[in-house]
Nanobody, 123 residues
């Protein structure tokens, strides 16, 4: 069992930056590939970024490539996403996700979800 808890969301102006964190419980955290998804009002949950269990490989949605950076610290059971050059269209609830067998790039294959944290980008 893995429990995930996000933090770091908030309100920021367009062009600004935020860093989200996701802390996991459980001693098997380093076995999981981790990811971030987001869901805007009235839309489905979409993939944002993912990172392999070791941190050696990262994956990004085209919409955030070059602006967002995902990382992890297995000693702290935590993953991060650094979000720069934020745009109003980045406004959404951001969810942390864990997947044991494979990279979490599709919401249908996630083993564990966090509760989400709101990110709002004003024009």
């Amino acid at each position: 069992q893995v429990q995930l808890g996000e933090s770091g969301g908030g309100l920021v102006q367009a062009g600004g930056s935020l860093r989200l964190s996701c802390e996991a419980s459980g001693r098997t955290f380093s076995s999981y590939a981790m990811g971030w998804f987001r869901q805007a009002p009235g839309k489905g949950r979409e993939f944002v970024a993912a990172i392999s269990w070791s941190g050696a490989r990262t994956y990004y949605a085209d919409s955030v490539k070059g602006r967002f950076t995902i990382s992890r610290d297995n000693a702290k059971n935590t993953i991060y996403i650094e979000m720069n050059s934020l745009r109003p269209e980045d406004t959404a609830v951001y969810y942390c996700a864990a997947r044991l067998n494979g990279i979490p790039t599709w919401s249908g294959t996630i083993d564990y979800w966090g509760q989400g944290t709101q990110v709002t980008v004003s024009p």
